[in-house]
Nanobody, 122 residues
């Protein structure tokens, strides 16, 4: 699976951004599509994921109520709507895909990764 992220940028605290992840090269009937983030000096953190077949979602506690993952299967695109952004949300955000799990926020479960898109909150 090839993944291309877009939508990152700089925003003031309290603002919103929407990230997009366009996927191609599907070979399985469903995938867990996830968003991860990594800030300098910190470990990669699972943010949210959605199962493309069932629509089941999972969000990290740190973003619940602020971030929402969604998908458009016709476009093979996954979105991450980020509201009420905080400086602590500043990180490189990565899209990832796994055909091995239904939903997961653990990076080791994902075999395909995008290049990332930077989000900076000041």
């Amino acid at each position: 699976v090839q993944l291309v992220e877009s939508g990152g940028g700089s925003v003031q605290a309290g603002g919103s951004l929407r990230l997009s992840c366009a996927a191609s090269g599907y070979t399985y009937s469903s995938y867990c599509m996830g968003w991860f983030r990594q800030a300098p000096g910190k470990e990669r953190e699972g943010v949210a994921c959605v199962n493309t077949g069932s629509g089941t979602t999972s969000h990290a506690d740190s973003v619940k109520g602020r971030f929402t993952i969604s998908q458009d299967n016709a476009k093979r695109t996954v979105y991450l709507q980020m509201n009420s952004l905080k400086p602590d949300d500043t990180a490189m955000y990565y899209c990832a895909a796994s055909h091995r799990v239904t939903v997961s926020l653990h990076a080791e479960h994902f075999e395909s990764w995008g290049q990332g898109t930077q989000v900076t909150v000041s």
